[in-house]
């Protein structure tokens, strides 16, 4: 049974994962000049950090909140995450793989 979402701002990410949005490749450099396909295909490895889990419970219970929160960019592994589609992809990432810029 697949969910249907209206809008990427109704997902919001269980425990320590973050949902993130990765950049897209700019296709005209700074002066103008357009890029060719090829250099401008693959995905960057930096995102934009759209929502924040409330965390995992230490073993004492105490919840340990991400040290991400919305709004952040951070870079990400070419491994890992979970894709999904709502209008635009974006990518549900455990705390741990994501690295802040």
């Not at 924040?52 to 960019?73: Q, T």
Request: aromatic share 4%.
């Amino acid at each position: 049974m697949a969910a249907t979402f209206r809008s990427i701002k109704s997902v919001i990410p269980l425990f320590d994962r973050v949902l993130v949005q990765r950049f897209k490749p700019d296709t005209k450099t700074a002066s103008g000049l357009f890029l060719p396909t090829s250099a401008t295909s693959a995905t960057l490895p930096e995102a934009t950090v759209i929502a924040v889990g409330p965390g995992l419970p230490d073993r004492s219970g105490k919840l340990v909140a991400p040290s991400v929160s919305a709004g952040d960019r951070v870079l990400l592994p070419s491994w890992g995450g979970n894709s999904i589609k709502v209008g635009e992809e974006v990518s549900c990432s455990e705390k741990i793989e994501a690295t802040a810029c």
